[in-house]
């Protein structure tokens, strides 16, 4: 009753809105893309004009999501006048990559700020919103978006189901990890039934890996150390390892198969990035609180999948992988 109350306040908003902004988080994965573009596809329908904003590049295995190549990475819609904001599977707007931008929406009187709203599902979630839809309990943001269209009563056409599809199948890890609930799958066959493209999603999501990036795959598993003591096991992937074609694509998905695969309590995959720091990436099918350990140091998530960045780069001693900076 108090999510309907909440999902009625949200459609509200967007019925009274003209123009709005939608947002998906940096570096962005299948569930804040297929929860964005899902949301654009419903607001076009409405007859409202409508922006997706990410930071970065949309990873090519997502062009297949209807409107998956209309996202603008270009600040400068943050100057454009817009009636709502909506971000999207955000724990924070720092996350989102937008803090900065929405900072300066404290616009001049002549204009009016747009209604924010913060649709997530992640137990780090800061409450940033004027209007906060975040449900801890909910498999992806895919999962909630498709109980908002449902709670108002909104029609979800294929293309919108192929999106949530997406979403719901990327964070359950095609429903393997904990994040797998009755309600996720009873989510993903509704959508199944609404037309969503099996087919398409899987293909793209998990038949996508090319013999380069299964070398490199060979090289980090050759890496893997495991601490018996704290039941951690852990593993690198250098700056360097993406060279002769292999790109930030070729590498996601490594700490979801050691958590699916690998009995250990924490799994931890450390990745070098460019600009000098260092990501990791925690998993759990333990009862351990990976989101408290992110939070730490300075990031966040779930309880069974967080993340984090640090700056350094990732040197190896006797006692394993540390961060240097």
Same mark, same amino acid.
């Given at each position: 009753?108090?999510?309907?109350?909440?999902?009625?306040?949200?459609?509200?908003?967007?019925?009274?809105?003209?123009?709005?902004?939608?947002?998906?988080?940096?570096?962005?994965?299948?569930?804040?893309?297929?929860?964005?573009?899902?949301?654009?596809?419903?607001?076009?329908?409405?007859?409202?004009?409508?922006?997706?904003?990410?930071?970065?590049?949309?990873?090519?295995?997502?062009?297949?999501?209807?409107?998956?190549?209309?996202?603008?990475?270009?600040?400068?819609?943050?100057?454009?006048?817009?009636?709502?904001?909506?971000?999207?599977?955000?724990?924070?707007?720092?996350?989102?990559?937008?803090?900065?931008?929405?900072?300066?929406?404290?616009?001049?009187?002549?204009?009016?700020?747009?209604?924010?709203?913060?649709?997530?599902?992640?137990?780090?979630?800061?409450?940033?919103?004027?209007?906060?839809?975040?449900?801890?309990?909910?498999?992806?943001?895919?999962?909630?978006?498709?109980?908002?269209?449902?709670?108002?009563?909104?029609?979800?056409?294929?293309?919108?189901?192929?999106?949530?599809?997406?979403?719901?199948?990327?964070?359950?890890?095609?429903?393997?990890?904990?994040?797998?609930? &009755? !309600?996720?799958?009873?989510?993903?066959? @509704?959508?199944?039934?609404?037309? $969503?493209?099996?087919? +398409? #999603? %899987?293909?793209?999501?998990?038949?996508?890996?090319?013999?380069?990036?299964?070398?490199?795959?060979?090289?980090?598993?050759?890496?893997?150390?495991?601490?018996?003591?704290?039941?951690?096991?852990?593993?690198?992937?250098?700056?360097?390892?993406?060279?002769?074609?292999?790109?930030?694509?070729?590498?996601?998905?490594?700490?979801?198969?050691?958590?699916?695969?690998?009995?250990?309590?924490?799994?931890?995959?450390? &990745? !070098?990035?460019?600009?000098?720091?260092? @990501?990791?990436?925690?998993?759990? $099918?333990?009862?351990? +609180? #990976? %989101?408290?350990?992110?939070?730490?140091?300075?990031?966040?998530?779930?309880?069974?999948?967080?993340?984090?960045?640090?700056?350094?780069?990732?040197?190896?001693?006797?006692?394993?992988?540390?961060?240097?900076?």
């Amino acid at each position: 009753m108090h999510f309907d109350f909440l999902f009625k306040s949200a459609h509200d908003i967007l019925a009274r809105a003209e123009r709005v902004l939608i947002v998906a988080h940096k570096k962005p994965d299948g569930d804040t893309l297929g929860a964005t573009a899902a949301l654009r596809r419903w607001c076009r329908q409405q007859g409202k004009a409508v922006v997706n904003y990410c930071q970065d590049e949309v990873p090519p295995q997502y062009l297949y999501m209807h409107g998956a190549d209309r996202y603008t990475n270009d600040p400068a819609v943050f100057d454009e006048r817009h009636d709502v904001l909506v971000v999207m599977d955000c724990s924070d707007l720092r996350y989102a990559g937008v803090h900065d931008h929405v900072a300066r929406l404290s616009v001049p009187e002549s204009r009016r700020r747009p209604v924010l709203i913060n649709l997530d599902h992640h137990a780090t979630n800061e409450m940033y919103g004027d209007l906060n839809l975040v449900d801890a309990d909910a498999s992806s943001a895919c999962e909630l978006t498709h109980r908002f269209f449902e709670s108002v009563g909104a029609e979800v056409t294929q293309d919108m189901a192929t999106c949530l599809l997406t979403g719901i199948l990327t964070d359950t890890g095609h429903f393997s990890n904990p994040a797998t609930t &009755r !309600e996720a799958m009873e989510a993903a066959s @509704r959508l199944l039934q609404l037309g $969503a493209k099996m087919h +398409d #999603v %899987s293909r793209n999501i998990q038949r996508n890996k090319s013999v380069e990036a299964l070398r490199l795959w060979g090289s980090v598993l050759s890496r893997l150390k495991f601490n018996e003591r704290m039941g951690v096991a852990s593993t690198v992937i250098f700056d360097s390892d993406l060279v002769d074609g292999v790109t930030e694509e070729h590498v996601q998905g490594v700490s979801n198969f050691l958590n699916q695969f690998l009995e250990a309590k924490v799994i931890m995959v450390l &990745r !070098e990035m460019p600009d000098g720091q260092v @990501r990791g990436s925690l998993r759990s $099918a333990e009862d351990v +609180d #990976v %989101s408290q350990i992110a939070k730490l140091m300075g990031g966040g998530g779930h309880k069974k999948a967080a993340g984090f960045a640090v700056p350094g780069r990732i040197v190896e001693d006797a006692a394993g992988w540390r961060v240097e900076a």
